[in-house]
């Protein structure tokens, strides 16, 4: 066993799936690229939602994927 994969498991079961490790990165990155790009746009454009507040929801994935990437990275799930 890698001192990355004794670290894991050591953590609460919620880290200790494999699965559940990907999914979190994969929701992290599409936090990060997704938010600020195509939220904005569906919530401006469809929905027809005021600009600033498509801008602010944006902001706020975009600063959640960084939080929950940051996170991943102190717990060497993404190295």
């Known amino acids: 066993m890698t001192e990355n994969e004794e670290d894991i498991t050591e953590e609460s079961g919620f ?12 929701i992290s990155g599409v936090l990060i690229f997704a938010g600020p790009t195509y939220v904005i746009y569906a919530l401006a454009v469809f929905l027809h939602a005021n600009l600033a507040a498509s801008f602010a929801i944006g902001f706020v994935m975009f600063v959640v994927g960084l939080v929950l990437l940051r996170y991943l990275v102190s717990k060497k799930v993404v190295s």
Do not use: D, E, N, P
């Not at 880290?15 to 994969?26: E, V």
């Open 15 to 26: 880290l200790a799936s494999k699965f559940m490790r990907i999914l979190l990165i994969i």
